[in-house]
C-alpha cells in the first residue's frame, strides 16, 4: 500500500533569508553543520539551540546550514530578535509569510481569530525551518 499524501493548493515562498548574516571567505563549522543535520534530519528534532559567547558565529552557523538545507524545507524564515520584537508582532509576521500573505495583521484582527493557532496550524502543515537569531 502507498503511503499517504499531502496534497496542498499553495506553497508559502520557499526562503525569507534576506536579514541573516552574509558569509564570505572558507566555513570552518563543518562538524557543527553535519551535527545540526543529524539533529534535525536523522533524529528529527523539532527544537534545536544553538548557544555561546557573542562573536562565537551562531549566527554564521545559522545562515550557513539555512542556505545548505533550504530546499528539504517547504519554507525558511529568519527572525532576528535584536531589537527586541514583541511576540505577537513575530508571530504575525511568520503567519503572514506562511500564508503567502494572506493572513495580514488586519485580517487576522477582523476575522477575530488567534494568531497562535494560525501559526501551529501553518507549522503543522508545512515543514519548515523557523531561525529566531539573537534570542539572547
Known amino acids: ?61 545559522a545562515a550557513k546550514f539555512a542556505k545548505q538545507v533550504e530546499n528539504r524545507f517547504s519554507c525558511v524564515i529568519w527572525q532576528s530578535l535584536r531589537n527586541a520584537p514583541k511576540i505577537q508582532e513575530i508571530v504575525r509576521k511568520i ?12 485580517s487576522l484582527d477582523a476575522a477575530n481569530r488567534d494568531t497562535t493557532e494560525e501559526l501551529i496550524h501553518y507549522l503543522q502543515t508545512y515543514s519548515c525551518l523557523v531561525i529566531l537569531d539573537n534570542f539572547d
Open 95 to 106: 503567519v503572514s509569510i506562511l500564508s503567502g500573505g494572506r493572513a495580514s495583521s488586519r
Open 1 to 61: 500500500s502507498t503511503p499517504p499524501t499531502l496534497v496542498l493548493d499553495s506553497v508559502p515562498a520557499r526562503s525569507h533569508l534576506k536579514d541573516a548574516p552574509l558569509f564570505q571567505g572558507r566555513f570552518v563549522r563543518d562538524l557543527e553543520l553535519r551535527k545540526l543535520n543529524d539533529w534535525i534530519f536523522q533524529e528529527h528534532c523539532k527544537v534545536v539551540t544553538i548557544f555561546g559567547d557573542g562573536g562565537m558565529g551562531k549566527s554564521a552557523l
